[in-house]
């Protein structure tokens, strides 16, 4: 079974500014999928970004990227010039290639990014 | 406009009631979840299906039912048998089961157990 950690249940930054969130798991899985969603006061879950574990480069959208560390098992999302929009809960999931079965996504517990105007 | 319905938004049980939770989706997917969210916690897969008439437990499926018999429509039962049924809970579908294929998310229905 997989476990996904996010060590920080909240976080507040200034508008503008650069924030990184943290995001670790545990696998014995070779090749798997890792998610970043964002959860607004809505709470409509909303893909963020989307590694794949066999691709070495780190992906990236618009104002969000990830740092990708296979060997550490690591996946943490940084959002540039943070915006209002911004503030939300995050979750990072895990998912291994083919998924289905009883895995499906697995989820941390999240970190409730506030952004101070 | 494609998506995923869920419905109702609010839903109130009495203890030992049978409750069912409805799930709808226009985007021709095969494959459609339920999750469980808590507060503080992040989601939890309860069943999922990836074609019509097959269904598979998710890792907290006791307590839960659920029926496939269209490719559009995923209802969730909680039953008297569910401990603790009072939380935020969430369809989605994907083309696939695969984790290329992005899963796509209602807007969830909040159950509360009086």
């Known amino acids: 079974a997989q476990t996904v950690t996010q060590s920080q249940p909240e976080m507040s930054v200034q508008e503008a500014e650069t924030v990184t969130l943290s995001c670790t798991y545990d696998t014995s899985e070779s090749n798997y999928y890792l998610f970043w969603y964002k959860q607004p006061p809505s709470r409509q879950m909303i893909l963020v970004i989307r590694q794949e574990a066999y691709k070495q480069q780190n992906a990236t959208e618009n104002r969000f990227s990830v740092n990708f560390q296979k060997a550490a098992k690591s996946f943490s999302l940084k959002i540039s010039d943070s915006q209002l929009g911004d503030t939300a809960m995050y979750f990072c999931a895990f998912m291994k290639h083919g998924g289905g079965g009883a895995d499906g996504l697995t989820f941390g517990k999240g970190t409730h990014l506030i952004i101070q105007p | 406009d494609g998506g995923i319905t869920q419905s109702p938004k609010y839903l109130f049980r009495k203890e030992g009631q049978n409750v069912t939770l409805s799930c709808e989706q226009n985007l021709n997917h095969d494959a459609m979840y339920w999750y469980r969210q808590d507060p503080g916690q992040g989601l939890r897969l309860i069943y999922y299906?990836?074609?019509?008439?097959?269904?598979q437990k998710g890792d907290i499926a006791e307590g839960y039912s659920v029926s496939r018999e269209k490719k559009e429509s995923f209802p969730l039962t909680v039953t008297s048998a569910q401990k603790n049924p009072t939380a935020f809970y969430l369809c989605?579908?994907?083309?696939?089961?695969?984790?290329?294929?992005?899963?796509?998310f209602g807007p969830g229905t909040r159950l509360t157990v009086l």
């Open positions: 989605a579908s994907s083309i696939g089961t695969s984790g290329i294929n992005e899963q796509f």
């Open positions: 299906s990836q074609i019509v008439n097959d269904f």
